[in-house]
Every structure is written in C-alpha cells, then in structure tokens.
C-alpha cells in the first residue's frame, strides 16, 4: 500500500517538475527557435500575467476567464515590446538578451513603484486526493495536461495553419518569403506576441500556486533560460519537450535521493553536463544524428 | 487592356549595396506579354537590378512602375501582392519545409484566394509526386521547378526569372523554356529573364537587353546571339 504511494509520489513530482519547466520556457522557446532572440524579460510577462489573473480573479472573473485575459494582457505587452525594442535585435543573440533584461528590470521596478513589495496570493484549485497514503494535489496535475495542452496547440498552429507556413518561412529566408508576399515584420510581430501571451497564461498558472510579487518572474526565468538552452534552437517545441523530460527526470531523482535544494540545483549541473555533449541542445543533437543515420 | 500597355517600367534606376552603386542609371519597359531577356557578363549587375525590381533592395534614385503604378516606395512583400513573381538565382527553396508548403507559400503572388496547384502540377507533374517530400532533398532541376511553379500556385501579371538554367540538366531547361513560352502564349504573363544560357534565351526571348559596368548598353534581337562572336561578347560561356 505505501509502496504504491511512493512510486505514484515519484511519477507525480516528475510531471509536476515537467510542467513546471515546460510552462516557464514554452514562450521563450517559441521566441528563441523563431527568431533566435532570448527574452530575458519573459519572466516579467509572467509577472503581469499573474497580476492580471488575480486581478481579475478578485473582481470575481473565474479562473479560465482570468488565465486567459492574463494571457491577452501579456500578449499586447509582448507586441508593445516588439515593435519598440526587440525588433532592431533580431538574430542578435548578445544584443537581445543585455536590452531584454534591461527590459526585465524596468518592468519589476516599475511595478514595484506601482504596486508596491506586498505580495498577492490565489487560492489553489481543486484541493487533493491520495494515494497509498500520500496525499496530491490534483491542480498540479491540471498543470502538467494544461502544458501538453498549450504546446500541441502551439505546435499545431506553426505546423498546419497558413500563419504557421508563412512564420517558418520568414525563419528560413526572410528575403525570400517577402518577396513571396509575406509580411516578415506582421509575422514576427504576431509570433512575438504569441510567445508573450504564453507567458502570461503561464503566470496566470504559477498565481495560483505561488505567492504574486513585482519579482515573481524571477523564480521561473532562470528555470526557463535553462530549459531553453538545452533545448536548443533547430526544433523548437521538440527541443523544449526533450529538455523538460531530462532535466525534470534528474531532478525528481536528486531531489528524492537528497532533497529539494539539490533537486534544484541538480538542474544546472545537468543542464552543464548535458550542453558538454550536445553543445547546441538536444534538438539540434537528434537533427544532426538522424541526418547522419539518413545519409548513410 | 492595350496590349502595348507597359507591364514594368524603369526610370533612370540606380541602386546598390551601401554606398557602392551597382546598377547605373537603367530606363526599360517590357510590354504585357512580352518576354525580356537581360544578357551581359557575369558581375554587371544583373541580379542586382532583378533584386531592385522586386523591391529587395530599395533604389538610390529612379522609378519602378508596375502596371502603371509608381512601387518605388513600396517593399518586396507589398510588390509580391500586386502581381510580382520571383524566382532568384539559385532558387531559395525553403529547404527545411515540404515541396507542398512551398507551394502554398506562392498563394500571396497576385493575391490568389488559395494556391492553384492544379495549374502548378499541369506545368510540372513531379512536384505532385513529391508534395509531402524536404524541398532541401530534391536535385536541382526539381528545385527550379519548384521555385517556378511556387510563384505560379499565386496569380503572377510578371515573373523574373534570375539564370534559371544555372546547375540544372539540359531537358529540364528545355522544359522550362517550353513552359516560359506557354505560360506567355496562354495567359500572356510577361517575363523578364536573366540568362547567360544560349539555347535557352533563343527558345525564349523576344528581345535581348545589354548589360555592362551597371548599364543598359544597347539591345539586340535574339537572333544575332547565333553568331558565335557576338555571343562571347555578350555571354559568359
């Protein structure tokens, strides 16, 4: 009986430290893979994301309403953002990240000006079960489907729809797609603001099981940065899942085996260990060897 | 709709990369339904002035008018849209997405409603066989049929055509010329070609334009290019 509890406890923190690193980087991964510019204020998106929902939250919204107006709010913060800075920086890693955090840094400030240090709190959703005497949460698994959930979407959307062929394009050769009648700047614009909104119904997410600040995005943007490295640029949604399946795997076991604070840890030291082996990421990894495997 | 009626129009162009002045003071008009040749050595600034056309590179000073309508001011996307179909030097498939995506891409040339794959695949059987296919994992000769028949899934008034011939086998250039002919025969699209493939130009051309050192120099019938001398004047063979 308690050794079923156990095992389910083990699976349980793996897609609870999965959701937690794919919800944190899916929009920055987005931005990263399509327009290679790292966001390093995306924690920041998340920060107004998860102001908005308890917001909105608090003037009696549901939950689903408020996530997804954090959402909207982020996503017009994101375009706002694009159009007037990060747009002279693309395909300038170095250049994206010193203005983005520049960026990262007004926008907390500016809240803390605003709002104040005192934090907010939302209730978490949905209360618990238990299993061979453990006991869950069932909102953390909500997370982990809400992440599937969002990146199939996203990935969908990129794959199928006539946006999603004109984005790749405008990725591959921009000139080429312009002069196919592709509007690159509306693209990036719109791509932009998608990785944005991510963020914010991320935050949304993450407010109602952590404690809202002006520096609340600084608890996932590490995290997320992290995730996105090892991820790696040639496939962007695949790079995030193979990133978010490792990097949680050895977390789940460091963290069991010692204890939360190494669990933590233990994701940069795989992270050090994994970019020694795969420099690029894990994407750009498996592209390069199953291109090897082909040409053979 | 006159059919002396100027598809494309240039007027004292002049462009360029940064400072450095490429195509020098060129003036041109091609007819609807009038296939162009652009001919001189390698280095003259043929690309260069196809690039400016298209609206890839914005122009020093001169005008491009296209049906009529000053674009100078307008950028490549914008130019696509009206009716402007471009098929580069060395083609610029996406090599990293399908042959059938490609295709789609071609939808906003001329404003088409969806990609008309019907005419592309009437052009060109083997892309119909190779739409789920890495558009980066076909030869060549397959590329160029692509890059073509992308702009012709849109509704294109115009195409350029930058050295199509280049890297591609002999019965496939001569399969594109047929369609070049055809497609002006049938739907009297206008078609300005850069080309330093003789057989080619000949099937092709209605009248040859000189390029040298950035200008237009002089224009001769396609015919005179079957004098072996003038030809090495003006090819690079």
């Not at chain 1, 790292?38 to 998860?50: P, Q, R, V």
């Not at chain 2, 028949?149 to 280049?166: F, T």
């Not at chain 2, 019965?171 to 009297?188: A, K, P, S, T, Y």
């Amino acid at each position: 009986m308690e050794w079923s509890g156990q095992v389910f406890s083990w699976i349980y923190q793996y897609f609870d430290n999965m959701a937690f690193l794919l919800l944190a980087a899916s929009g920055l991964i987005l931005i990263y893979g399509m327009m290679g510019v790292i966001n390093m204020a995306h924690g920041e998106l998340m920060m107004i994301g998860a102001y908005v929902a308890s917001a909105a939250f608090y003037v009696g919204a549901p939950a689903p309403v408020a996530i997804v107006a954090a959402g909207l709010v982020a996503g017009l913060v994101g375009i706002a953002m694009e159009r007037l800075v990060i747009r002279h920086f693309y395909n300038q890693l170095l250049s994206s990240l010193v203005v983005t955090w520049g960026l990262s840094l007004i926008l907390s400030q500016g809240v803390l000006l605003a709002l104040g240090p005192s934090t907010m709190n939302m209730p978490t959703p949905f209360g618990s079960f238990s299993v061979g005497g453990f006991s869950f949460g069932v909102y953390r698994m909500v997370l982990f489907a809400t992440a599937i959930g969002l990146i199939a979407g996203v990935w969908a959307l990129f794959r199928f729809s006539s946006f999603g062929v004109a984005a790749r394009a405008a990725m591959e050769n921009p000139r080429m797609a312009s002069a196919l009648g592709v509007d690159t700047k509306r693209v990036y614009t719109a791509t932009f603001a998608i990785g944005s909104a991510l963020g914010g119904i991320a935050g949304a997410l993450f407010a109602q099981t952590a404690a809202i600040s002006p520096f609340f995005g600084q608890n996932y943007t590490p995290m997320a940065f992290i995730t996105v490295v090892m991820g790696g640029g040639a496939s962007a949604i695949l790079g995030l899942v193979y990133a978010a399946l490792y990097l949680a795997g050895v977390q789940t076991i460091a963290s069991n085996v010692f204890n939360q604070y190494v669990g933590y840890v233990s994701i940069m030291a795989a992270a050090f260990i994994g970019l020694l082996v795969m420099p690029s990421g894990i994407s750009d990894f498996v592209q390069k060897r199953r291109a090897r495997r082909m040409a053979r | 709709m006159a059919s002396s009626a100027s598809q494309l129009s240039l007027a004292a162009v002049q462009s360029g990369y940064g400072r450095v002045k490429v195509v020098q003071n060129v003036s041109l008009e091609v007819a609807t339904g009038e296939i162009v040749a652009v001919i001189g050595r390698n280095g003259v600034g043929k690309s260069t002035l196809m690039k400016t056309i298209i609206g890839e590179i914005a122009p020093m000073s001169g005008a491009v008018s296209f049906r009529g309508l000053d674009v100078t001011r307008l950028d490549a996307a914008r130019r696509a849209r009206l009716g402007v179909g471009y098929v580069p030097q060395g083609r610029d498939v996406f090599a990293r997405m399908t042959v059938g995506e490609n295709l789609a891409l071609g939808r906003r040339v001329g404003g088409a409603p969806a990609a008309n794959l019907e005419r592309v695949f009437g052009f060109f059987p083997i892309l119909e066989k190779r739409l789920a296919q890495p558009a980066g994992s076909m030869s060549g000769g397959e590329q160029q049929q692509l890059a073509i028949g992308r702009i012709l899934a849109g509704r294109p008034d115009i195409i350029l055509l930058d050295e199509p011939s280049e890297g591609v086998q002999p019965n496939i250039v001569q399969e594109i010329g047929r369609i070049i002919r055809r497609l002006r025969d049938e739907e009297r699209l206008t078609v300005l070609i850069v080309e330093q493939n003789l057989s080619l130009i000949r099937a092709v051309a209605d009248r040859c334009v000189i390029m040298d050192k950035g200008a237009v120099v002089g224009e001769i019938a396609p015919e005179a290019l079957d004098d072996p001398e003038t030809a090495a004047r003006y090819l690079s063979i």
